[in-house]
């Protein structure tokens, strides 16, 4: 792995820390805050092992006049140094130029509770490698505004991960191909990027509303059917309110209407339009590894089904007779920025008001262990 890698995951964290939050201070009403801080990370380089890399961050943060204010960010800039030893490993394998991109992690802490954000994709900017010298490269990327509730509002870099393409003078791949570098914040700094106060300060005698905090993702991905060959397309949207001081949430849930083209015993072709009625509203949480769950109840709806091409269903009263328990979940650190992969299984129950096929209707599309693969993406 080469030094730039690293050097660009840590200066891409401190791209998103930044970001995110205003150096140290405190807010006031519309009130400017210029940051210049500097931190060390310590990153793995191929040969040469840990190397400890320093990265300034520069940038003017409008602090919020009131809660739901958004924090803005302006004239960012952050510059990571990357040591003569690491060029000399890079140019050793040719190498002339350095490319790729960044995720970064941070932490939110507010009066209400601390919610783990990640930073994925920032762009690391092509830049020349030098012969034998140090050298700086810079991070850049969208940085999302971060609108927070009354209290104390602090923001606190974490960790970050590069990935690099070291290339050659005619843009060729060198012999060491993607580097990817993780690097850690080292101890004993103060890492905090953000503290202000928002409204009135907290005290012990008032306990700020759990007004929480609102994500809103579409979704896109497919069912499979446990008794049908074929996927049934899924997409729609879903509007969340996460609670910080539980990593509870509540959220609206609309699946759009769709069309399924699948086989019965693996030959005959069946021809679905699908509904999706919600029963309440989807609830759910996140765990202390960063890991999402959420249960949904929908009562699911085939308005028309054709065999062959020829309808033997048009009722839109062909729906189950109980909605389904829909459980997701999601893998750890699950990206309440930028959405990430839910998967789960369900049960459809027998279906009624199908007309003269709803038992035959019933008895292939009711069943257990039907599969959900759903990706969600922020909007």
Do not use: W
Not at 164 to 181: N, Q
Not at 306 to 328: A, E, H, V
Not at 352 to 379: E, H, Q, V
């Amino acid at each position: 792995m080469t030094a730039t890698k690293a050097m660009a995951g840590l200066l891409v964290g401190a791209v998103v820390a930044v970001g995110m939050a205003a150096g140290t201070g405190t807010g006031a009403a519309a009130e400017q805050v210029r940051v210049d801080k500097t931190l060390t990370f310590t990153c793995p380089f191929p040969l040469i092992g840990l190397q400890v890399l320093k990265t300034r961050i520069q940038a003017t943060f409008t602090l919020p006049a009131a809660p739901g204010d958004p924090v803005k960010t302006t004239d960012f800039k952050t510059t990571a140094t990357v040591p003569s030893t690491s060029t000399v490993g890079l140019r050793e394998v040719g190498a002339t130029t350095l490319e790729g991109t960044a995720d970064a992690a941070v932490s939110v802490v507010t009066s209400a509770g601390t919610l783990p954000i990640k930073l994925k994709g920032l762009t690391v900017a092509k830049t020349a490698i030098p012969d034998g010298t140090a050298f700086d490269m810079a991070v850049t990327g969208t940085v999302p505004e971060f609108a927070p509730d009354e209290g104390h509002v602090s923001v606190t870099m974490k960790d970050y991960t590069a990935f690099v393409i070291p290339k050659k003078a005619d843009g060729s791949f060198t012999g060491i191909g993607d580097i990817i570098s993780p690097c850690t914040l080292d101890p004993g700094q103060n890492a905090e990027l953000l503290s202000f106060d928002v409204g009135a300060p907290p005290s012990s005698t008032t306990t700020p509303p759990p007004t929480g905090v609102k994500y809103a993702y579409n979704i896109k991905g497919t069912s499979k059917l446990k008794n049908l060959a074929g996927d049934v397309p899924i997409s729609g949207t879903i509007d969340a309110t996460l609670t910080l001081s539980t990593k509870q949430f509540v959220a609206d849930l609309k699946l759009n209407p769709t069309t399924a083209n699948l086989t019965i015993l693996g030959f005959l072709p069946v021809v679905t339009k699908v509904a999706f009625e919600n029963v309440g509203q989807t609830t759910g949480s996140i765990d202390a590894q960063g890991a999402l769950k959420s249960n949904s109840k929908l009562t699911i709806a085939l308005p028309q089904v054709s065999l062959f091409g020829f309808p033997i269903s048009q009722s839109p009263d062909c729906k189950t007779t109980t909605p389904s328990d829909i459980n997701l979940a999601s893998a750890a650190d699950f990206d309440v920025i930028n959405g990430g992969k839910l998967t789960g299984a369900y049960a459809i129950a027998p279906l009624k008001g199908c007309g003269a096929f709803n038992d035959y209707i019933s008895g292939f599309a009711a069943a257990d262990g039907n599969k959900l693969d759903l990706n969600l993406t922020a909007r």
